[in-house]
């Protein structure tokens, strides 16, 4: 049995745990078709292991939606696969091709897989009938996202509009949507980088292991260190080299750069990202690369 | 100048025990920009060194390219400004920052009258308030507002911080004077701790780091204050409420008879063993165990989300509300509330619309508008007949199901409600509970 908080005092991780339990409850017991979008990240599988401490010991009462690239990391699926296994989640993948065929998409031949994620996205949305789609932003991430509520209308295009969000007071959470709607639901609104990985540690939760440090084969573009693999092959002038290397996202590999670190456990992420705020100076240059190093997780723009 | 008062940092091996172990604060602000608010977050954010670096360089190459010969802070949480020049609307935002013990969520509130749903949707979750006043102009009919919001939504802790001393030359006198005059205002409304503070936002006295310019002044900086103040005791711990939010049936073989009721406890303490009484039904049983995930807890507190098994097979379903047989709310149709209306269209008599109270959803007629409480001057307007937006008032309600609730001032959790258009769908009001009957 837990001992006694002898204080009645919850640690602020404890707090953050409760309040999106409370969140995940919410949403099962007033929405008719909730579904959990998955992106393989380390923020949907904290949500992934608080949707488990919301509903235990019964299964999720919602399917898992992932937009599958085609150019997703191996051990990100992998991943995927044991989470779900071990739940016994309903995986539901939604591929680019498929929302291309049925009309969701148009591969006009100058959009961005990346960018057809969206699409793909809402169009599953709809395709299912899904009322509520849970999300792992965070406020933390961006200014915008500061303002977003922790259940977020979305209108019959699935667009939000940040001049016209609905109060939200208190733990008190409105719901309600017309036909066609659907809430974007964000659990993970009040919690930080830091307090991710914490949870993490804590909770030993099981993350893909190229969040952790890995020697891999890379070369450098655009100031980006990116995976030798099918699609990303050396130029002329570009020399592949083995580096210890961790990813920060788990995005589409053709797009996501690793950078260099020798942090191999939570322990040392946190030390790393604590040590980051206040030593990276000078090391980043330039909006771009300002905003890399801040948001460690940046999520693919409109995924979430 | 400036001597250090606290030294708050999360680098280090150990930020993973201190993220862990650390304690939340939430509090809201207000005041305008006018008022140095964007300032004195920037200083926060800056201080408590959730600022990065590179962030920081940006703002000071921005400062010194419009001339500036200080670092204007306030472009470190530009949202709110750029917003206002594009004509979006302002909204409440969100920040977080942490020192070793404390994690802080700022609800940023924009300060000007049209604001005051935002306002009272940030002081919603607040534990403190901070009202920030320019020196130079003392209180304003904006700095009295802001105090009432926070008294009327019961946010427990108010800290009053005088901006800009620098610009009256680090006055006792010009201080003592607001001081005073604060005081006496405040004794009208329900400020239960109050911390009055001299600052300069712009050169960080008395923020994070105590200031050589305030020798009279022996009180806290407002870093330090936010680091210490006691915010545990602001909980019910006495009183047990426990709506049930979601009843978790695994229809497995393994958990063939499992029947848990899930939920937030919302005030006092549940442990194994209580007698207690289920709502709106007068069921009474006795807690068989109390689980958090896969553990057995000895103790359920707020806000701790856990799951409740009763000995007996009672009847138990959402909306429902577990107390103590001797400590209970009493079921309640006609409700008295102070309401924040939030829409254009005026709240009027004989409207009908869609409430939420806990995990309880109904529908509500407004029977009556007593008055329209007026937040400057605290004037009681009887002849109101209507709220416009932004307006609060007292009401009476009668609702289609009996809400469990007890008044405001005694619990946050199930005292407060919001009302739903139910016709678009949009929260419309907000409401705290005087009585019910």
């Known amino acids: 049995m837990t001992n006694t908080h002898v204080d009645y005092q919850l640690s602020q991780l404890d707090q953050l745990e409760a309040e999106s339990i409370h969140i995940f409850r919410e949403v099962a017991a007033e929405f008719e078709k909730p579904v959990l979008m998955f992106s393989g990240g380390k923020d949907s599988i904290v949500m992934l292991r608080l949707a488990e401490k ?82 792992g932003g965070r406020r933390d991430e961006e200014k915008a996202r500061a303002k977003e509520r922790v259940y977020s209308h979305r209108d019959d295009f699935g667009q939000w509009d940040p001049k016209n969000q609905r109060p939200e007071l208190w733990s008190l959470y409105n719901g309600r949507i017309h036909a066609g709607e659907h809430m974007r639901i964000f659990p993970l609104s009040n919690w930080t980088e830091l307090d991710i990985w914490s949870y993490i540690h804590r909770e030993q939760i099981e993350i893909p292991s190229i969040y952790f440090a890995h020697e891999r084969e890379v070369i450098e573009r655009d100031g980006m260190l990116l995976s030798v693999g099918p699609e990303i092959q050396p130029k002329a002038g570009e020399t592949p080299v083995t580096k210890t290397v961790r990813f920060r996202t788990v995005g589409d590999r053709t797009q996501t750069g690793c950078v260099e670190s020798e942090a191999a456990d939570t322990a040392a992420i946190i030390e790393e990202i ?25 999520k693919k723009e409109g995924y979430f | 100048m400036a001597t250090p008062d606290t030294t ?56 010194q390219s419009k001339g500036y010969d200080y670092t204007d802070l306030a472009l470190l949480t530009d949202g709110l400004r750029s917003e206002r020049e594009q004509g979006i609307t302002i909204d409440v935002a969100y920040r977080y920052f942490a020192t070793p ?5 700022i609800a940023d509130t924009p300060g000007h009258i049209q604001y005051t749903r935002n306002m009272v949707t940030g002081a919603s979750t607040a534990d403190l308030g901070l009202v920030l006043v320019d020196a130079r102009q003392g209180l304003t009919e904006q700095s009295r507002r802001h105090a009432v919001l926070l008294s009327l939504l019961r946010v427990p802790h108010l800290v009053l911080a005088i901006n800009k001393m620098d610009l009256v030359d680090w006055s006792q006198e010009v201080y003592e004077k607001i001081h005073r005059e604060f005081t006496q205002f405040a004794t009208k409304l329900n400020i239960p701790d109050l911390e009055v503070i001299p600052i300069s936002a712009l050169q960080g006295d008395n923020v994070v780091n105590r200031s050589e310019n305030t020798p009279w002044y022996s009180g806290p900086t407002l870093m330090h204050h936010l680091e210490h103040v006691h915010v545990a005791s602001d909980r019910d711990l006495v009183d047990t409420r426990f709506p049930v939010q979601y009843v978790i049936r695994p229809k497995s073989d393994q958990y ?106 109904g529908r509500a007629m407004v029977k009556d508008i007593q008055y329209r409480l007026d937040v400057n001057s605290l004037h009681r307007d009887q002849e109101a007949g209507e709220l416009g937006l932004n307006e609060i008032g007292r009401v009476q309600l009668r609702t289609t199901v009996p809400l469990l609730c007890d008044p405001y001032s005694k619990n946050r959790t199930t005292g407060s409600f919001i009302l739903i258009d139910e016709a678009t769908g949009v929260t419309v009001g907000a409401g705290m509970i005087n009585s019910g009957s």
Not at chain 1, 276 to 296: I, L, N
Not at chain 2, 101 to 105: C, E, M, P, Y
């Open chain 1, 54 to 135: 919301a509903f235990f010991p019964a299964k999720l009462p919602f399917p898992l939606l992932q937009v599958d690239t085609g150019l997703d990391f191996d051990e990100v699926l992998a991943t995927r696969d044991s989470w779900v296994d071990r739940l016994g989640a309903r995986m539901i993948v939604a591929t680019i091709d498929e929302a291309i065929a049925a009309g969701h998409v148009v591969d006009d031949g100058k959009t961005s897989r990346n960018r057809m994620q969206i699409g793909t996205l809402l169009g599953a949305i709809e395709e299912n009938g899904f009322t509520a789609a849970f999300g």
């Open chain 2, 256 to 361: 063939h008879d499992f029947r848990g009721y899930a939920g937030q406890v919302a005030g006092g303490v549940l442990k194994k063993g209580d007698e207690v009484v289920v709502l709106p039904s007068g069921m009474t049983s006795t807690i068989l165990r109390v689980e958090l995930f896969d553990q057995e807890v000895t103790e359920a507190f707020p806000p701790m989300s856990v799951t409740v098994h009763l000995e007996d097979d009672v009847d138990v379903s959402r909306g429902d509300m577990i107390a103590r047989p001797k400590n209970a709310p009493k079921p309640s149709q006609d409700i008295d509330a102070m309401v924040c209306w939030m829409t254009n269209e005026p709240l009027r008599p004989r409207q009908k619309l869609a409430i939420k109270h806990t995990t309880r959803t």
């Open chain 2, 8 to 63: 708050p940092t999360t680098a280090g091996a150990d930020a993973a025990a201190v993220t862990e172990n650390a304690d939340l604060l939430r509090f809201a602000t207000a005041g305008s920009v006018d008022d140095g608010k964007s300032t004195l977050i920037g200083r926060l954010l800056l201080d408590s060194k959730s600022i990065f670096e590179d962030q920081l360089e940006a703002v000071e190459t921005t400062s």
């Open chain 1, 274 to 298: 604590a040590v980051a705020r206040v030593t990276e100076r000078g090391a980043t240059r330039g909006d771009d690369r300002f905003s890399e190093a801040a948001m460690e997780d940046r």
């Open chain 2, 101 to 105: 013990n404390r994690k802080f969520i």
